[in-house]
C-alpha cells in the first residue's frame, strides 16, 4: 500500500489548533503499530484528540471513557465486540486493567454502562451472546457464562458457570448464538449442536438438540463444519463438507433444506432479509430462500472466500483468482506448474425484490453490465486488498483499508501466551497501516477526497450491518470508545 496521509490535514483551523496542541504532549499511547511486544500506555491523549480524526465523516460522535475520573492509570483494551440481537444492542469491551481482565457492556446509544464483571481468562472466539446471558469459548471447548440482563453489580463477578458443556463439545470451528441457543460445531460428533440457553447457562435442556441426529439417513454423508453457523431466531445455517449448505429449525435441529452448492465453500454463511448467502468454488455467489428454493446466483470469475456482508440489498464478496505456480519438480532438476490463488478481487452485487400479488416475492439480481448477455456482473469492484466493508448508510459506503503483518517468532508467541498477552490471532499481528474511506456505494469510488481517513490510533474498528444502528465503533487502546453513526434520518441509532 502506498503510505496513507494523516486525516489531520482535512480538519477545519480551528480543531487543527486543538489537536496540535494535543499531538505536543507526551504520551505512550499511540504506538506506531498494534504491538503486542509494546509497553501498555500509562498516559493518555484526550478524547478530543480522537474526536477531531472524526471530524470530517458526515456522521455523529460520541465516546465513552472506560478509565472513569477518579482511576488514576488507564484501563488498557484489548478486545470490543459490538453486538447486535432481538435482547439489545451493547458494545462488549474487554481491557487489562491491574493484571486481570475485565468485560464491560456499554448501552450502544445513551453510551451508559450496563455493568462491569472480572473474567476468568480471555478466549480465541468472539463473545457468544443469548437473552440471558454472554459466553466466552474457546477451541477446547471450554466456556464461561455471565450472567447478561440483571441489575448492574459493577466489578462484582457475574460468572454463572463454567467448565464444559455435557458430552465434551470440541468445536470445529467458530459457534454461533441467537437469544435462546448456542451453536456449535462439534469435531467429535461431526454434528453441529444446538445448547439450549433457555432455562440454564449449562446447555442442558429438553431444547438442546444435535443435527443430524444419531441414526438418521442423513448421519452417514454429513461430515465435518468447518466455518461459522449463520443464525437468527428461525434458521441455523452451515455449509458442511459434503458440499452441501444446510438450514435447520434453531430451536429444535428439524431439517428444512440443504441445497448441493457443487464444491467446496470457503465463505462463512450470512442470513440477512430471509436470504442465506454464500459461495461455492464453482466460481457462483448463491442467495437461497430459507425454504431451500434458489432466489439467485451469481457467476463469479474468481473463488468467492471469507465473510460476505450484506445491507440494503447490496452484497459484497471477496474473490481469490485462480493461477499457476512455478514449482521445482520433486528432483530439483527442473520446474513444472502447480495451480493455486491469491487475493482477486472485492466485489459489489445488488439485488431487487420485486412483489407479487397473492404470492411470494421475485428475488432478481441487478446486471452491472448489460453488454454481458450469459452473465450478471457485479455493479462494480476493486482489487482485494483485505478490505473490509463496515457499514452502508444511504449512497455511501464504508470500507476499512488495513495491512497487517506476521512479526514474531514462535519463542515470543510462547512467553506472550504464557503471559496472557497473545490469545487471539489477531493478537500476532502488527498494523501497517488502517485507513477508513468512504466510497459511492454505486461507482465503489471514493466519494470526497477529505474522506480518507488514518485510523492507526484507533486500535479496534468494526462496523454494524443493522437497519437501526447505521453506525462504525472504534476504540483505542488507552481506554477510549466511539460510536460514529447516522442521523435518525437515516434509521440509525444514537439520537
Not at 97 to 120: A, K, V
Not at 168 to 176: E, I, N, Y
Not at 354 to 361: E, L, T
Not at 405 to 414: S, Y
Request: proline share 6%; hydrophobic share 35%.
Amino acid at each position: 500500500m502506498k503510505t496513507l496521509t494523516r486525516a489531520l490535514t482535512c480538519l477545519p483551523p480551528g480543531l487543527a489548533i486543538a489537536v496540535m496542541a494535543a499531538c505536543s504532549m507526551s504520551s505512550q499511547a499511540r504506538p506506531a503499530d498494534r504491538n503486542p511486544l509494546a509497553p501498555d500506555p500509562v498516559q493518555r491523549q484526550p478524547a478530543s484528540y480522537y474526536e477531531a480524526q472524526l471530524v470530517e465523516l458526515p456522521l455523529r460522535v460520541r465516546s465513552y471513557d472506560l478509565t472513569g475520573r477518579q482511576r488514576r492509570l488507564p484501563v488498557v483494551v484489548r478486545e470490543m465486540h459490538p453486538i447486535h440481537d432481538d435482547v439489545r444492542d451493547e458494545i462488549l469491551v474487554i481491557d487489562a486493567d491491574d493484571g486481570r481482565n475485565y468485560m464491560w457492556s456499554i448501552d450502544s446509544y445513551d453510551f451508559t454502562l450496563h455493568w462491569r464483571t472480572p473474567i476468568e481468562k480471555r478466549v480465541d472466539f468472539e463473545p457468544l451472546s443469548t437473552r440471558n446471558y454472554v459466553f466466552l469459548m474457546n477451541k477446547d471447548g471450554e466456556y464461561q457464562a455471565y450472567d447478561r440482563l440483571s441489575s448492574p453489580r459493577e466489578g462484582e463477578s457475574r460468572l454463572v458457570s463454567k467448565g464444559r458443556f455435557e458430552g465434551d463439545t470440541f468445536p470445529s470451528a467458530h459457534p454461533a448464538s441467537n437469544d435462546t441457543h448456542l451453536f456449535v460445531p462439534a469435531t467429535n460428533s461431526n454434528s453441529v449442536k444446538g445448547l439450549s440457553m433457555i432455562s440454564n447457562a449449562r446447555g442442558q435442556g429438553a431444547e438442546s438438540w444435535a443435527f443430524p441426529r444419531a441414526g438418521t439417513a442423513s448421519g452417514g454423508t454429513f461430515m465435518q463444519v468447518n466455518t461459522r453457523p449463520a443464525a437468527d431466531r428461525e434458521t441455523v445455517a452451515f455449509v458442511n463438507n459434503n458440499n452441501r449448505l444446510y438450514m435447520v429449525d434453531a430451536q429444535t435441529g428439524e431439517y428444512r433444506a440443504d441445497p448441493y452448492l457443487e464444491a467446496q465453500s470457503r465463505t462463512t454463511p450470512t442470513i440477512k432479509d430471509d436470504l442465506v448467502f454464500v459461495g461455492s468454488d464453482r466460481g457462483q455467489l448463491f442467495a437461497w430462500q430459507k425454504s431451500g428454493q434458489s432466489a439467485w446466483v451469481a457467476e463469479i470469475d474468481g473463488l468467492p472466500y471469507g465473510d460476505i456482508f450484506v445491507e440494503d440489498r447490496w452484497v459484497f464478496v471477496h474473490t481469490l483468482e485462480v493461477y499457476d505456480r512455478k514449482v521445482a519438480t520433486d528432483d530439483g532438476r527442473g520446474s513444472r506448474l502447480k495451480a493455486d490463488v491469491r487475493p482477486g478481487k472485492l466485489m459489489a452485487f445488488q439485488y431487487k425484490v420485486i412483489d407479487i400479488k397473492d404470492d411470494r416475492p421475485v428475488y432478481e439480481l441487478v446486471d452491472g453490465d448489460p453488454k454481458t448477455p450469459y452473465t450478471k456482473e457485479p455493479v462494480w469492484s476493486e482489487p482485494d486488498v483485505g478490505q473490509q466493508v463496515l457499514m452502508v448508510n444511504g449512497n455511501y459506503v464504508y470500507v476499512l483499508y488495513e495491512q497487517t503483518e506476521e512479526f514474531l517468532g514462535e519463542r515470543e508467541k510462547a512467553k506472550l501466551r504464557d503471559e496472557g498477552r497473545i490469545v487471539t490471532k489477531a493478537d500476532e499481528l502488527r498494523t501497517v497501516s488502517r485507513q477508513l474511506k468512504v466510497l459511492d456505494v454505486n461507482t465503489g469510488r471514493l466519494a470526497r477526497p477529505e474522506w480518507s481517513l488514518n485510523l492507526m490510533d484507533f486500535a479496534f474498528v468494526s462496523g454494524s450491518m443493522q437497519e437501526r444502528d447505521r453506525a462504525l465503533y472504534l476504540a483505542t487502546k488507552d481506554g477510549y470508545v466511539f460510536k460514529v453513526y447516522a442521523g435518525k434520518n437515516k434509521a440509525a441509532g444514537g439520537g
